[in-house]
């Protein structure tokens, strides 16, 4: 049984940083695409970043250059480091997984849809 479990929202002040987790059971990280999403009050779930297992990334505009990801294989986990957050940046968090015999094309990383597995999310906000 697969298992994601996310961890490090909190509360923090505008500018400041946060380091997101996703640890994974029943599934090894570096197997397939794996994705951060994040849903802002009154929007629709949108990609944020992700890592596939030739360790390519992809970081959507919105947050380039301030976020990134990464994964410790030994640990299991994957991580979204945030910097220069932004009160646009609240939203709740969420860790995907990808089917490990299905391979995310790269212009499809960001669709929801391409993911099988998803954590039950993990809250950030950010005041200025």
């Known amino acids: 049984q697969v298992q994601l479990v996310e961890s490090g929202g909190e509360s923090v002040q505008s500018g400041g940083s946060l380091r997101l987790s996703c640890a994974a059971s029943g599934y090894t990280v570096s197997y397939s695409c794996m994705a951060w999403f994040r849903q802002r009050p009154g929007k629709e779930r949108e990609g944020v970043a992700a890592?596939?297992?030739?360790?390519?990334?992809t970081t959507a505009d919105s947050v380039k250059g301030r976020f990134t990801v990464s994964q410790d294989n030994a640990k299991n986990t994957l991580y979204l480091h945030m910097n220069s957050l932004k009160p646009e940046d609240t939203a709740m968090y969420y860790c995907?997984?990808?089917?490990?015999?299905?391979?995310?094309?790269?212009?499809?990383?960001?669709?929801?849809?391409?993911?099988?597995?998803w954590g039950q999310g993990t809250q950030v906000t950010v005041s200025s």
């Open positions: 995907a997984a990808a089917d490990r015999n299905v391979k995310v094309k790269w212009w499809s990383r960001y669709f929801p849809s391409a993911y099988k597995y």
């Open positions: 890592i596939d297992s030739d360790s390519s990334i």
